[in-house]
């Protein structure tokens, strides 16, 4: 209420008749609201005044001026006045209400008959020049009139504006007018429009209002007109009109709370699940990782003392496989120094002898096993670490260049696809450049092609392995789409849904099951996304979605 001063009255701007039907429906339908209390809630920010049509004095506003169609105010009082009576009844469709039967002020009875003698593209002019009537600070241009479609622009001058009850308001009285006109089928929708979306130098045009209806025909129209303004008739109309609107409005009211309430429950129970997933995450990384990783390096450490015994540079078991020799060299000496017979030595001490040396070469092939799964087991937990330490990481910014990674990777395994008989092959760009950490981008391509070499173990003998990665811009040019696709067996489609979360894997005796879920973190740090389609024994193609570059959008 910027253009309020406590020495002058508010602009005239705004028909009181904006108010009238405000304070009778709100007096019918809630009473608890006090227009009272709203004005002097208003008040509080400025005074708010008006000149008495009858004596010229300057007095405050009360409710009687706001139901007395002779009184102006200004857009700034009447938008807070409109946002003080949404804030007490928070029904995102009260306005809507309030528009959608605000014809029945006595104001406005004239305006409405003979409404269905005119025609739609007739009451779409006259609602439009109506509606300018009553408020000075709006315009309204009609861009498109034909029978059952209309479009109406509401634009408003420069220092003025409108609010989102405002424009529901209107909303429904272009519904209420249609309904009067006999239409049928009225779908009336509305968006705000940028300056830019403007034709020519037209400024602050705010609101498009998108109108289709199904028109009437002769007869229904003159049904309108006649029987409809029999009093009594007119009366059980308008009743069951207003009954009907009510219950649709209810229930469409009813729908849009469950349809909001469902969807914030499926987005707080996505979050929950989500937050359940990271705290996982974090206490497999963290604590549980942690712990063991410590277990099997200390273990590790003693099977070290045991590999280098007594710092002679052999294990502990070949330490023992030498005692056996020189037990044996020994035995041999002093069977020939004292004339000991050989047989009773060869039947009493040889078995015994050689059963060391048998536990000791098994000790030591044991020994080297609990080494490999050691070992294993500390690149696990290592893994577990890493990918729990993801959800610390921040996105890189130095520019990577998606096909040169590419191209090191089909370097760097050209051994071991040439051994698989897989033929990898690159397509598409020669260069496409992401803003990301080169290792981030490399993890998530080494994964998804290491996946995809795995697979292509399932491929018979003698039949095609292939590896294609095509890399291309997407439709928008503001982003790279990269697929990753290979001849394998495929995935199962009960597996999809549970092929990016962490510790699921189709190979439980190789896998940890973490490398997609690297998959679908890196990619998600970047703003990109990854999905999946398979086809078993065609195909399955994995594909990335990453933002180019601003070097590539210029």
């Given at each position: 209420m910027s253009n309020l001063s406590p020495a002058h009255p508010m602009a005239k701007q705004c028909s009181a008749l904006n108010t009238f039907w405000l304070i009778k429906y709100l007096s019918r339908h809630h009473p608890e609201v006090s227009v009272g209390e709203i004005l002097d809630q208003l008040a509080q920010k400025g005074p708010l005044l008006v000149e008495n049509i009858h004596t010229g004095r300057l007095e405050a506003v009360t409710q009687d001026h706001l139901t007395?169609?002779?009184y102006w105010f200004s857009n700034d009082f009447i938008l807070a006045l409109y946002d003080a009576v949404q804030q007490r009844v928070p029904d995102p469709r009260l306005f809507y209400r309030m528009g959608r039967t605000s014809y029945r002020a006595q104001q406005l009875i004239k305006t409405a008959i003979g409404i269905p003698l005119l025609g739609g593209e007739k009451v779409v002019a006259?609602?439009?020049?109506?509606?300018?009537?009553?408020?000075?600070t709006r315009r309204y241009a009609i861009l498109k009139n034909i029978p059952g479609h209309a479009l109406i622009e509401m634009s408003h001058i420069p220092g003025a504006a409108f609010s989102d009850p405002v424009v529901r308001w209107h909303q429904?009285?272009?519904?209420?007018?249609?309904?009067?006109?006999?239409?049928?089928?009225?779908?009336?929708?509305?968006?705000?429009?940028q300056k830019e979306d403007c034709p020519g130098d037209r400024e602050q045009v705010v609101c498009r209002f998108d109108i289709r209806y199904t028109p009437p025909n002769l007869l229904r129209r003159l049904f309108q007109v006649f029987i409809g303004n029999i009093p009594f008739v007119k009366k059980i109309i308008e009743d069951a009109d207003l009954i009907q609107l009510e219950q649709k409005e209810q229930i469409l009211n009813r729908d849009q709370i469950i349809r909001e309430r469902t969807e914030k429950i499926s987005q707080l129970q996505e979050e929950v699940a989500a937050a359940e997933?990271?705290?996982?995450?974090?206490?497999?990384?963290?604590?549980?990782?942690h712990e063991m990783r410590n277990a099997l390096a200390g273990a590790l450490l003693e099977l070290k003392a045991y590999r280098n015994y007594r710092n002679q540079d052999q294990s502990a078991a070949q330490v023992l496989e030498q005692a056996v020799v020189q037990l044996f060299t020994a035995i041999d000496r002093l069977q020939l120094q004292y004339q000991l017979p050989a047989d009773e030595i060869g039947r009493e001490v040889l078995p015994w002898v050689e059963t060391i040396a048998r536990l000791a070469s098994e000790l030591g092939d044991t020994m080297e096993g609990v080494r490999a799964d050691i070992e294993r087991g500390l690149a696990i937990t290592r893994e577990i670490q890493d990918y729990a330490a993801l959800n610390q990481r921040s996105p890189g910014q130095d520019e990577v260049d998606l096909v040169a990674v590419l191209h090191h990777y089909g370097r760097k395994f050209a051994g071991q696809l040439k051994e698989q008989a897989t033929t990898f092959r690159l397509e598409g760009c020669?260069?496409?450049?992401?803003?990301?950490?080169?290792?981030?981008?490399?993890?998530?391509?080494?994964?998804?092609?290491?996946?995809?070499?795995?697979s292509l173990a399932g491929v018979s003998v003698g039949q095609e392995r292939r590896i294609v990665v095509r890399v291309e811009p997407s439709t928008d040019k503001k982003h790279y789409q990269i697929r990753v696709s290979d001849n394998g067996p495929g995935i199962a489609p009960e597996q999809e849904e549970m092929l990016f979360q962490p510790f699921y894997t189709t190979k439980p005796a190789t896998g940890?099951?973490?490398?997609?879920?690297?998959?679908a973190k890196l990619t998600s740090l970047y703003q990109g996304e990854v999905t999946l389609s398979s086809c078993p024994h065609q195909e399955t193609t994995f594909t990335i979605i990453l933002p180019a570059a601003p070097s590539e959008l210029s």
């Open positions: 007395n169609p002779d006259k609602v439009s020049h109506e509606a300018s009537k009553f408020n000075r429904g009285m272009f519904a209420a007018y249609a309904r009067l006109l006999g239409a049928t089928e009225v779908d009336i929708a509305y968006r705000y429009l997933r990271q705290l996982l995450e974090q206490s497999m990384g963290g604590g549980f990782a020669e260069q496409a450049t992401v803003l990301a950490d080169q290792g981030h981008i490399y993890s998530i391509f080494s994964n998804l092609l290491n996946n995809a070499r795995e940890t099951g973490l490398g997609l879920g690297v998959v």
